[in-house]
C-alpha cells in the first residue's frame, strides 16, 4: 500500500469521563476557592506528575445523558490535581475566581455533594532534572496549586527562587504547607496592570540567574511568551532548562495552548 493508500486509522476512543462529588469547599484567599472532590470516579484516578493537569466537565443534567450512544463530552476546563490522597480517595482543586467563566462561576456557586466529572488520567507535568541545584518559579494565580506540587517535588537542598503575580496582598497564599518557600509577590491592583505584565517586567528587570537554573514558567499566554523569549535573549538558556506553559489566554474562552517553545 503506498502512502497516500494508507488506511485511516480509527479514531482514538478517549475514556468517558467519571463521576465524582464536591465533599468540601474552603476558601483560601478572597479570590480562591479549594474544592474536594470524592466519588467512584477516582477508583481509577492515576497518581499525578508534579504540575499535571486533567479536565473538569460542565454538565447541567445527568450524564450520559439517557438514550444517546456516544455522546459529546460535556465542555470541560484544565485544573492542577493540587492533592490527591489515594487512601482518602479524596482529590483537592484549587479555583481562582477570575470573573465570568464556565468553570470560575461553577466554582462559586458549588455546593457540597454537587456532581463534577473528571479525566481520571492526569496528562503533563513537570519532573524536575536530577542533579538540578536551583529551579526559578515565575507563575500567576491560576498556576500557584502547580508551582507548590513542583517544589514539593524537588530534592532537599534545591534552591527555590518565587515570584508570584495575583491580584492584591489578600491573594499572597504559601505555595505549600510543607515547603518553606517565601515568593517575591506581584500585586496586579497597583496601577490595575495587564495580567502577566508585572511578571514580564520582574524577569526583564533580573541581572542574573543562580548559576545552572532550570526555570518552570506558568501564566497567561502571551506574558508566557514574552517572559520566554527574554529569558532565551539574554541568559542563552537551552531549551532543556526551560520549561513555559501558557495556562489562559486574556479575553478567550477554554484557551488551549500548545506552545510548549520546543522546535
Ligand atoms: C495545565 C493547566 C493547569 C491549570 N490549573 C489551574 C488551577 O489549578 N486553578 C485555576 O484556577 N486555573 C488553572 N488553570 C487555568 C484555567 O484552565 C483557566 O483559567 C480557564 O480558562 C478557567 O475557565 P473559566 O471557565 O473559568 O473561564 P473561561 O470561560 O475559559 O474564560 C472566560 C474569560 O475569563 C478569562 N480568564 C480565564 N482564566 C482567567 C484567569 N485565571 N484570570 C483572569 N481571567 C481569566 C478569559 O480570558 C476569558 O476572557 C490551568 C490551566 C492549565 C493549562
Do not use: I, K, W
Given at each position: 500500500m503506498s502512502v497516500s493508500q494508507v488506511a485511516p486509522q480509527p479514531k482514538k476512543q478517549r475514556p468517558p469521563p467519571k463521576p465524582v462529588a464536591v465533599a468540601s469547599i474552603e476558601r483560601v484567599t478572597p479570590g480562591v476557592l479549594r474544592i474536594a472532590f470524592?466519588?467512584?470516579g477516582l477508583d481509577a484516578f492515576a497518581q499525578a506528575r508534579p504540575g499535571a493537569h486533567m479536565k473538569l466537565f460542565f454538565t447541567a443534567g445527568e450524564w450520559p445523558p439517557a438514550g444517546i450512544e456516544n455522546p459529546?463530552?460535556?465542555p470541560?476546563?484544565?485544573?492542577?490535581p493540587r492533592r490527591y490522597d489515594a487512601a482518602a480517595s479524596r482529590l483537592?482543586?484549587?479555583?481562582?475566581?477570575?470573573?465570568?467563566?464556565?468553570a470560575s462561576d461553577w466554582a462559586a456557586q458549588a455546593k457540597v455533594g454537587d456532581p463534577m466529572l473528571i479525566s481520571a488520567s492526569p496528562g503533563g507535568g513537570y519532573q524536575a532534572p536530577e542533579g538540578i541545584s536551583h529551579l526559578v518559579i515565575i507563575a500567576d494565580d491560576s498556576a500557584l496549586p502547580a508551582a507548590g506540587m513542583v517544589i514539593e517535588s524537588l530534592p532537599s537542598g534545591v534552591g527555590v527562587t518565587a515570584i508570584c503575580e495575583v491580584e492584591n496582598a489578600a491573594e499572597e497564599r504559601p505555595l505549600s504547607p510543607r515547603v518553606?518557600?517565601?515568593?517575591r509577590w506581584l500585586h496586579r491592583e497597583t496601577g490595575n496592570a495587564r495580567p502577566g505584565s508585572l511578571l514580564e517586567t520582574a524577569v526583564a528587570g533580573m541581572a542574573t540567574l543562580p548559576a545552572d537554573a532550570h526555570v518552570w514558567v506558568a501564566c497567561e499566554a502571551a506574558a508566557m511568551r514574552h517572559i520566554r523569549d527574554n529569558l532565551a535573549a539574554r541568559f542563552n538558556l537551552p531549551r532543556a532548562r526551560l520549561h513555559t506553559r501558557g495556562y489562559w489566554k486574556f479575553?478567550?474562552?477554554n484557551y488551549p495552548d500548545h506552545d510548549y517553545g520546543e522546535d
Open positions: 470524592v466519588g467512584a459529546p463530552r460535556p470541560s476546563r484544565t485544573y492542577t483537592e482543586v484549587e479555583f481562582v475566581m477570575h470573573g465570568a467563566g464556565l518553606n518557600c517565601a515568593p479575553g478567550d474562552q
